[in-house]
């Protein structure tokens, strides 16, 4: 079902998709961005769906409780539980819990955006780079370009433990996409 209304969304808005990859998606951390629209949701679940990539977002454990679970659950999301395991501990970060979850999931393909908002923010939040590392897993590179009217997954990006050369390969590989805003765009500047 999610195939046939994605394909649909896709003839309705003229949009095509892409996968420059071609595959190696069942565990990752999967980029979306840019994020300047409430529609990036809508175009990238379906572009994801087109190309046979389960992928899932996280959400806050409180969300998965019924009736929210019903609307969440189907669409991908997976419930993250930072609170301590034991009295004294420290509540985890989301890197720490994101971590934990590729621990206990043989496929498991994470979409993050790390712009964190739909505002324009010229920081991203390198949680993702983080947990990529800790899991050992790479970072797919979704797109959704809005000037071309494409969806897709660029490249794949095995972190090397150098932050900085990683984060100026991937500022590179989005600069040039155009996000429905964008005004609300920016790649990080510190490693652009």
């Known amino acids: 079902m999610g195939k046939l209304i994605s394909r649909f969304v896709f003839w309705i808005f003229g949009w095509s998709f892409k996968d420059h990859v071609g595959g190696g998606y069942n565990r990752c951390v999967m980029i979306a961005s840019p994020h300047t629209s409430n529609w990036d949701l809508i175009f990238a679940r379906a572009a994801f769906y087109l190309m046979d990539i389960p992928v899932r977002y996280t959400v806050k454990k409180e969300w998965m409780r019924f009736p929210f679970n019903l609307i969440f659950g189907p669409l991908g999301a997976i419930a993250i539980d930072r609170s301590p395991k034991k009295a004294g501990e420290e509540r985890k970060s989301m890197t720490e819990a994101m971590i934990e979850l590729f621990s206990h999931q043989q496929d ?4 993050v955006t ?16 983080h947990t990529a590392v800790g899991a050992k897993v790479p970072i797919a590179l979704g797109y959704l370009d809005y000037k ?3 969806a897709g997954v660029g490249k794949l990006i095995y972190p090397s433990g ?19 805003h964008p005004e609300k765009f920016s790649v990080d500047t510190d490693y652009a």
């Open 148 to 150: 071309n009217k494409e």
């Open 108 to 111: 498991l393909a994470v979409m």
């Open 114 to 129: 790390p712009e964190g908002t739909r505002s324009l923010r010229t920081k991203w939040k390198t949680g993702f780079y």
């Open 162 to 180: 150098n932050m900085e050369k990683d984060m100026r390969e991937i500022m590179a590989f989005y600069k040039p996409i155009q996000g429905k």
